[in-house]
Nanobody, 128 residues
């Protein structure tokens, strides 16, 4: 079973930036469609951003469009989420999710049930 490992969470002031990274232990991550989800206290887990297996297509939740950027670095076998202009409402545990070789190479998977592999999560806290 592949393990996904997130890194880069932390505490930052509103308006600041953070960069989250996700890697797959023991596997080539370039074959995966990857998504970032988040869950705030008392709320359901929600889609944040996703990137297709091909890396060509990306998609974002409306709440983060223009502020967050998902990208993949196949040379380093990671997928990153650059988060800028952070707001207090971005505070949550952020999860990386992956699916190996989905049928559609350019599809962005936005539903949590489409991802069989999940990381443990990394806390992002934005102070106002």
């Amino acid at each position: 079973q592949v393990q996904l490992v997130e890194s880069g969470g932390g505490l930052v002031q509103a308006g600041g930036s953070l960069r989250l990274s996700c890697a797959a232990s023991g596997r080539t991550f370039s074959n995966y469609a990857v998504g970032w989800f988040r869950q705030a206290p008392g709320k359901e887990r929600e889609f944040v951003a996703g990137i297709s297996w091909s890396g060509v297509m990306t998609d974002y939740a409306d709440s983060v469009k223009g502020r967050f950027t998902i990208s993949r670095d196949n040379a380093n076998d990671t997928v990153s989420l650059q988060m800028n202009t952070l707001k207090s409402e971005d505070t949550a545990v952020y999860y990386c999710a992956g699916r190996s070789r989905p049928p559609l190479v350019h599809a962005v998977l936005i539903r949590s049930y489409e991802y069989p592999n999940w990381g443990q999560g990394t806390q992002v806290t934005i102070s106002s």
